[in-house]
């Protein structure tokens, strides 16, 4: 395989790219068969996808069988590389002054519509129970109240009423 393969995609890396990320991948240890995809495949394979979000399956077969360049991703991920990767390449674009720390906060705030907050709407009857009502009776007001009970709950329509009366 070469060394240097053409850009296939508009996101695939560029020489100059290539030449700042490789230095900092990992070097494989393994002794065997060599293998047929190149780490550069594998890794803009993993950049097209994380760019697109699209499932594992649709990624190009240019960039290796979908397999391939998941477990490359997935065993980078378990094992930090990406993190470390990403540290070098921020260390380097903050020494090359690249990079601006400047913060933004933005203080508006985001309100929910009253209808998303649980705001009660008129002529609507909550079916939440008031405190100190009986669970388990029947609500409505020709209930018999039984001796020594709670009070039975009643439903008003008018909310300034009291929802637990005595019979």
């Excluded at 508009?10 to 490789?22: C, G, I, K, N, P």
């Excluded at 020494?95 to 002529?123: E, M, N």
């Amino acid at each position: 395989m070469r060394d240097t393969i053409p850009a296939g995609g508009r996101s695939d890396l560029t020489d100059a790219q290539w030449a700042v990320l490789e230095p900092l991948l990992p070097v494989g240890q393994k002794s065997g068969r060599p293998p047929k995809r190149t780490k550069r495949q594998l890794i803009d394979g993993i950049r097209w996808r994380v760019r697109t979000g699209a499932p594992w399956r649709d990624v190009s077969v240019r960039y290796g069988p979908w397999q391939s360049v998941y477990g490359l991703f997935r065993r980078w991920q378990r094992d930090g590389t990406w993190a470390r990767i990403l540290t070098s390449l921020r260390a380097r674009a903050d020494a090359a002054g690249l990079l601006g720390w400047d913060v933004s906060v933005d203080t508006t705030i985001a309100r929910a519509h009253q209808h998303a907050a649980g705001a009660r709407k008129p002529g609507i009857v909550s079916c939440a129970r008031p405190a100190g009502c009986a669970p388990n009776r029947m609500i409505t007001p020709w209930a018999d109240r039984v001796a020594g009970g709670p009070p039975r709950c009643t439903w008003p329509a008018n909310r300034g009423s009291n929802r637990c009366r005595f019979w």
